[in-house]
């Protein structure tokens, strides 16, 4: 795009994680909703309301695509419908981006890549963890060698009654635990550490408590013609190596008997750290062990979603380097569904990542 152009103008695709999106979007100077794509009219409307300007609605997104007054689509649906519509967007010439994970698959992951990668546009991941203050900071000080060589990492997202229902792509076959909330930890930390090759997987996973309606959110009773169409995992764990000889073990619960939990750590050679709490642990050279705060600086985002609308806007107009293309979202997604296939078959899978 011409770098006399002043604004985007995006489209927003899902009423759900479009929202904090969207919003983000029309809060930067040079981004602007123009429209709105959603099944259910009501939601767009609620939406538009919460938005400066007007906004055109649909309920198609292939006519939303062929609009000529969008340049770009943000893709905000249940997994299974990331593909398609950014497939649509971008063979109509639109950047995009897409809520976590890319992909229901990695066949179709692999597919949107290399026809977003082909179309010269921009393509990107919206990912609220990896640029969210915290793990930025950790990023910034693992890159500045803070910890050494990070040589193992622990990540897990544990819910003790958290199964979404409100939309049964979530727990159809493409949904399930680990792509929903197994992505974020697994993305950070792999991003902290660096982005290292994956190279093999060993996993186990399952549905323990969805098929029986069983620790669904807020411990609320879903129906039976909801839970029995469960086709997913939730639960899902693993252990990943990488070419350079890192080890990541990897967890993701929906509902467990264990209290809920959002973590990180990180085994460094000169330190480790924790995402909750924020803190480093080393040793100071007199051999005497610290356990040190650590203070997040000062930045100019209040929100996760701010610096993900920033950068989208910024590789737009300014021709910035992504930082979160769709590619980083495939080996992640190469990296989850390896698991999953462990989990059914037993055995260790093989990761050709890229």
């Given at each position: 795009?011409?770098?006399?152009?002043?604004?985007?103008?995006?489209?927003?695709?899902?009423?759900?994680?479009?929202?904090?999106?969207?919003?983000?979007?029309?809060?930067?100077a040079r981004g602007k909703v123009v429209a709105l794509c959603d099944l259910d009219e009501d939601r767009m409307k609620g939406f538009a309301k919460d938005l400066p300007g007007k906004q055109k609605l649909y309920t198609d997104y292939k006519e939303m695509c062929q609009a000529s007054d969008i340049d770009a689509v943000f893709v905000g649906t249940p997994n299974q419908w990331?593909?398609?519509?950014?497939?649509?967007?971008?063979?109509?010439?639109?950047?995009?981006?897409?809520?976590?994970?890319?992909?229901?698959?990695?066949?179709?992951?692999?597919?949107?890549?290399?026809?977003?990668?082909?179309?010269?546009?921009?393509?990107?991941?919206?990912?609220?963890?990896?640029?969210?203050?915290?793990?930025?900071?950790?990023?910034?000080?693992?890159?500045?060698?803070?910890?050494?060589?990070?040589?193992?990492?622990?990540?897990?997202?544990?819910?003790?009654?958290?199964?979404?229902?409100?939309?049964l792509g979530f727990i159809q076959k493409g949904g399930g635990a680990f792509r929903d909330m197994g992505v974020h930890v697994l993305d950070s930390v792999w991003w902290i550490m660096g982005m290292p090759t994956p190279i093999a997987v060993l996993g186990a996973a399952g549905a323990k408590f969805g098929p029986r309606g069983l620790g669904y959110w807020n411990r609320s009773?879903?129906?039976?013609?909801?839970?029995?169409?469960?086709?997913?995992?939730?639960?899902?764990?693993?252990?990943?190596?990488?070419?350079?000889?890192?080890?990541?073990?990897?967890?993701?619960?929906?509902?467990?008997?264990?209290?809920?939990?959002?973590?990180?750590?990180?085994?460094?050679?000169?330190?480790?750290?924790?995402?909750?709490?924020?803190?480093?642990?080393?040793?100071?050279?007199?051999?005497?062990?610290?356990?040190?705060?650590?203070?997040?600086?000062?930045?100019?985002?209040?929100?996760?979603?701010?610096?993900?609308?920033?950068?989208?806007?910024?590789?737009?107009?300014?021709?910035?380097?992504?930082?979160?293309?769709?590619?980083?979202?495939?080996?992640?997604?190469?990296?989850?569904?390896?698991?999953?296939?462990?989990?059914?078959?037993?055995?260790?899978?093989?990761?050709?990542?890229?």
């Amino acid at each position: 795009m011409s770098s006399d152009k002043k604004q985007v103008r995006v489209a927003v695709v899902g009423m759900g994680i479009g929202r904090p999106n969207g919003s983000a979007l029309s809060r930067n100077a040079r981004g602007k909703v123009v429209a709105l794509c959603d099944l259910d009219e009501d939601r767009m409307k609620g939406f538009a309301k919460d938005l400066p300007g007007k906004q055109k609605l649909y309920t198609d997104y292939k006519e939303m695509c062929q609009a000529s007054d969008i340049d770009a689509v943000f893709v905000g649906t249940p997994n299974q419908w990331h593909v398609p519509i950014a497939l649509e967007a971008v063979k109509n010439g639109k950047h995009v981006m897409v809520t976590k994970p890319l992909a229901d698959s990695e066949q179709a992951a692999e597919e949107l890549v290399e026809v977003a990668e082909d179309a010269g546009v921009v393509n990107m991941m919206s990912l609220s963890t990896r640029f969210g203050h915290a793990c930025q900071h950790l990023g910034s000080l693992a890159r500045d060698d803070y910890f050494g060589d990070i040589y193992y990492a622990r990540a897990r997202s544990v819910r003790r009654s958290g199964i979404p229902a409100w939309n049964l792509g979530f727990i159809q076959k493409g949904g399930g635990a680990f792509r929903d909330m197994g992505v974020h930890v697994l993305d950070s930390v792999w991003w902290i550490m660096g982005m290292p090759t994956p190279i093999a997987v060993l996993g186990a996973a399952g549905a323990k408590f969805g098929p029986r309606g069983l620790g669904y959110w807020n411990r609320s009773k879903p129906p039976k013609s909801t839970y029995t169409k469960y086709d997913s995992d939730d639960y899902a764990g693993g252990f990943i190596t990488f070419e350079n000889g890192v080890g990541l073990q990897v967890e993701s619960f929906w509902a467990s008997h264990q209290p809920g939990e959002f973590q990180i750590e990180l085994f460094g050679t000169e330190a480790g750290a924790t995402l909750s709490p924020l803190k480093a642990y080393r040793t100071d050279k007199d051999g005497e062990f610290e356990d040190i705060d650590l203070k997040l600086p000062k930045s100019k985002y209040n929100e996760a979603w701010d610096a993900i609308a920033d950068h989208f806007i910024e590789c737009i107009l300014d021709d910035v380097e992504c930082k979160a293309p769709l590619r980083h979202g495939l080996i992640v997604q190469q990296m989850m569904e390896g698991l999953l296939k462990s989990g059914e078959t037993g055995r260790e899978v093989e990761i050709k990542a890229g």
